[in-house]
């Protein structure tokens, strides 16, 4: 079993940041991708940024320019780097991570339980 540990969400004030960590742990062989998704309240899950092993980014076209994903691929980390944040930047960020827990193993999907932001107006 692989967990993923979120931590460093909070409450700030728009325009301010934020910086979220996600440590992974457990029977983990290799990691592929590793990315954030945030679910607001009563809307769907979405992608906030995603990273591969080798470093390629992709981010959600509403966080361009304000978040920075990264990682740390000898420490099973992932980090996003949140600026300029909005109100509407509220919601609560779950870290995932496409894991091979052993040499040849197909990958499977694991999520964190996810780290409550919210930015004040």
């Known amino acids: 079993q692989v967990q993923l540990v979120e931590s460093g969400g909070g409450l700030v004030q728009a325009g301010g940041s934020l910086r979220l960590s996600c440590a992974a742990s457990?029977?983990?062989?290799?990691?592929?991708?590793m990315g954030w998704y945030r679910q607001a309240p009563g809307n769907e899950r979405e992608l906030v940024a995603h990273?591969?092993?080798?470093?390629?980014?992709n981010y959600a076209d509403s966080m361009m320019g304000r978040f920075t994903i990264s990682r740390d691929n000898d420490k099973n980390m992932v980090f996003l780097q949140m600026n300029s944040l909005k109100p509407e930047d509220t919601a609560v960020y779950y870290c995932?991570?496409?894991?091979?827990?052993?040499?040849?193993?197909?990958?499977?999907?694991?999520w964190g339980r996810g780290t409550q932001v919210t930015v004040s107006s």
């Open positions: 990273i591969t092993s080798g470093g390629r980014t």
């Open positions: 995932n991570a496409i894991v091979n827990t052993y040499r040849g193993s197909p990958s499977f999907n694991f």
């Open positions: 457990g029977s983990i062989f290799s990691i592929n991708a």
